[in-house]
């Protein structure tokens, strides 16, 4: 079998409109893009949405926010609904190569069958009893308005690959029923579109979840018998909750829309999601492209990955600690928050979340009713404050004459003027912020009037 050439690599994420995204399938999105990230390649963007009864166009909408959100930008976005005539050509090329036979039983008639098998002590494997159908016999079930549905004929034999995180894996595909392609309406399930997606556009690399192990050899064989080079393959392993739970869209606290709604960094979900269950450190970053060199597929866990909310937000809260002015600005902006980089150095340290720094500017940009817990002290104090212009030392320099002037130190001294200056008894360094505040603010508050 031929495999494409692991070099400017087209990878792919391909969900279903029919929910949001939820942090687990997500896992694969970051995968795909960050692997492509890092080998200069391309990520493609498709929606699997052939099943026309639960597809719905916004929640494709909403997949393309939330991978937004993340950082990821498709460089191509195709539908599968708008691909049907190739799925088509596909099918006929396998049916006249006789991969691909009709099948006629019921879901009931399937049932029945697996269930004595099983009472049987045998594997509930369908025994291909419709290759043993006349061309009568066909004639005759669809006279009595039967439909087909198709089946693609595996080979009963081992198909091995070489995988990005499991190494070397194999599946023996006798002890695999024959996958139906196509239902009895006509309509696609998920395997034939998606390989002959792959093959028409060039997927390279196929990354996805653990789940789809079996999936693969039974797509590989598509693929040969398609005449089309195989992609390399990848499978990682799943994300679960917390206590071991597996994930699914009904879990909207774990949706990207709901972390998003949290105020959540998207930076720090993205590094739990792809860092979890790894042998490389779950840790912040600066950037997605920070991201992408430290994700080795080849260090992913083959065990469960368990995704933490509380681990979450402390990994949000360091992310947001050591972002630059410039990756906030926008989105301090949005907020109504106008501080410059001074505010946000001054501030960051001290922020679980973003929206957190609307509290702090209004601080230092007023107006704030300040606590006075010690008028006669704070008038002290304010005769003391130095002229302008304010820089970092300005508050070492007034405190100490401060403490000459009355003998308080230590909590005593910085307290009363921490609740003057800022109506809180905790927050930043007010080394930082008292140069923010200004002279005139800072002399109302120590007076006690709002400013």
Not at 134 to 143: G, K, Y
Not at 170 to 181: G, I, M, T, W
Not at 247 to 259: A, D, E, Q, T
Request: hydrophobic share 45%; aromatic share 6%; with cysteine.
């Amino acid at each position: 079998m031929t495999q494409l050439a692991p070099t400017a690599p087209l990878v792919r994420f391909a969900p279903s409109p029919t929910g949001y995204l939820h942090i687990g399938n997500a896992r694969p999105a970051l995968f795909n893009w960050l692997f492509a990230r890092r080998h200069g390649g391309r990520f493609l963007l498709r929606y699997d949405d052939t099943d026309t009864q639960r597809s719905q166009a916004a929640f494709a909408e909403a997949i393309a926010e939330d991978l937004a959100w993340l950082g990821i930008h498709p460089d191509l976005t195709i539908r599968q609904s708008e691909r049907l005539a190739i799925y088509d050509a596909a099918a006929e090329r396998l049916r006249a190569a006789g991969r691909l036979y009709p099948c006629f039983e019921t879901a009931d008639e399937l049932d029945r069958r697996r269930k004595r098998q099983l009472a049987r002590g045998l594997p509930p494997v369908y025994d291909r009893a419709a290759l043993k159908l006349t061309a009568e016999d066909r004639a005759r079930l669809e006279a009595e308005g039967r439909k087909p549905h198709w089946r693609f004929r595996l080979e009963p034999r081992t198909v091995s690959w070489t995988d990005l995180v499991r190494g070397e894996a194999h599946v023996d595909c006798a002890s695999l029923s024959d996958p139906v392609l196509a239902r009895e309406d006509g309509s696609y399930l998920y395997t034939l579109p998606s390989v002959v997606d792959d093959a028409e556009l060039g997927v390279t690399h196929v990354i996805r979840g653990e789940d789809h192990v079996t999936n693969t050899a039974v797509q590989i064989q598509i693929f040969e018998a398609l005449g089309a080079p195989l992609p390399v393959f990848g499978h990682h392993n799943l994300l679960t909750t917390a206590s071991g739970e597996g994930l699914s869209k009904r879990l909207g606290h774990l949706s990207l829309r709901g972390l998003r709604d949290s105020g959540v960094e998207a930076l720090a979900v993205a590094a739990l999601a792809v860092l979890v269950g790894s042998s490389d450190a779950v840790r912040p970053v600066a950037s997605l492209d920070e991201l992408a060199g430290l994700v080795e597929l080849a260090h992913v866990s083959r065990a469960p990955a368990k995704f933490d909310e509380h681990e979450l937000e402390a990994l949000s809260a360091r992310t947001l600690h050591q972002l630059p002015f410039e990756a906030v600005q926008p989105r301090l902006a949005a907020l109504g928050v106008a501080g410059d980089e001074a505010f946000w150095l001054a501030v960051r340290g001290n922020l679980a979340r973003l929206d957190e720094a609307k509290a702090w500017w209004r601080v230092v940009n007023g107006p704030l009713r300040p606590l006075l817990a010690d008028a006669a002290f704070c008038a002290q104090a304010a005769a003391l404050l130095p002229p302008e212009p304010f820089d970092a030392t300005t508050w070492k320099s007034w405190t100490a004459a401060v403490s000459a002037a009355t003998g308080l130190k230590g909590r005593a001294l910085f307290m009363p003027l921490r609740q003057a200056l800022t109506a809180q008894d905790h927050g930043p360094e007010l080394a930082a912020l008292l140069p923010l505040i200004g002279r005139e603010r800072a002399l109302k508050r120590l007076d006690g009037e709002s400013a």
